[in-house]
T-cell receptor, first 116, second 115 residues
Framework: ETGVTQSPTHLIKTRGQQVTLRCSSQSGHNTVSWYQQALGQGPQFIFQYYREEENGRGNFPPRFSGLQFPNYSSELNVNALELDDSALYLC???????????????FGPGTRLTVL | DQQVKQNSPSLSVQEGRISILNCDYTNSMFDYFLWYKKYPAEGPTFLISISSIKDKNEDGRFTVFLNKSAKHLSLHIVPSQPGDSAVYFCAASSWERSGYSTLTFGKGTMLLVSP
């Protein structure tokens, strides 16, 4: 059983550019969530995808968008990058929707995005 | 408005002693609580959890206590080991009306266990 993987590890972009971050979920996990972790903060929920559709979103603007594919991979796209978008972006997969002791989220190592 | 608060940014403990990490929450709709451990350059790793219907859950050296009336939970590590040195995140989950549950995290507490 492979874990959650993310690419790239690090990324540097300039303000106004667009970026795509990728995540490969654990096999069989049909739910993927994306989180943003700014320096000195805890991870903050961006959105969640279930069976290739967005089914929940946190307090993030529409320029943050995503896709989930049938092969358990997913993408986070951010348009019109701002300096405050600099953060660690984490994806987490789980086998179902409701979190419990038998349905937990497994996190990837994250992508460190720096916006200059 | 922070719904999950970890008021201690750091904690230093000697090897063999007890480490107690604290967490407070404000949302009474949270029904499931978790602790994650995070090493640098790695994603958070699940450590232990507790349902809101319980007040204690134990797993080896790790015990989580939940006080619902005080909206407070704590993680006890006994005995502490140098390998426990990491950032510990408290997280809480609730089922949203639109049909999903997700995690709300605290800011984390950096635990340093010295030999």
């Amino acid at each position: 059983e492979t874990g959650v993987t993310q690419s790239p590890t690090h990324l540097i972009k300039t303000r106004g550019q667009q970026v795509t971050l990728r995540c490969s979920s654990q096999s069989g996990h049909n739910t993927v969530s994306w989180y943003q972790q700014a320096l000195g903060q805890g991870p903050q929920f961006i959105f969640q995808y279930y069976r290739e559709e967005e089914n929940g979103r946190g307090n993030f603007p529409p320029r943050f968008s995503g896709l989930q594919f049938p092969n358990y991979s997913s993408e986070l796209n951010v348009n019109a990058l701002e300096l405050d978008d600099s953060a660690l972006y984490l994806c987490a997969s789980s086998p179902g929707l409701a979190l419990s002791s038998y349905n937990e989220q497994f996190f990837g190592p994250g992508t460190r995005l720096t916006v200059l | 408005d922070q719904q999950v608060k970890q008021n201690s940014p750091s904690l230093s403990v000697q090897e063999g002693r007890i480490s107690i990490l604290n967490c407070d929450y404000t949302n009474s709709m949270f029904d499931y609580f978790l602790w994650y451990k995070k090493y640098p350059a790695e994603g958070p790793t699940f450590l232990i959890s507790i349902s809101s219907i319980k007040d204690k859950n134990e797993d080896g050296r790790f015990t989580v206590f939940l006080n619902k009336s005080a909206k407070h939970l704590s993680l006890h590590i006994v005995p502490s080991q140098p390998g426990d040195s990491a950032v510990y995140f408290c997280a809480a989950s609730s089922w949203e009306r639109s049909g999903y549950s997700t995690l709300t995290f605290g800011k984390g507490t950096m635990l340093l266990v010295s030999p």
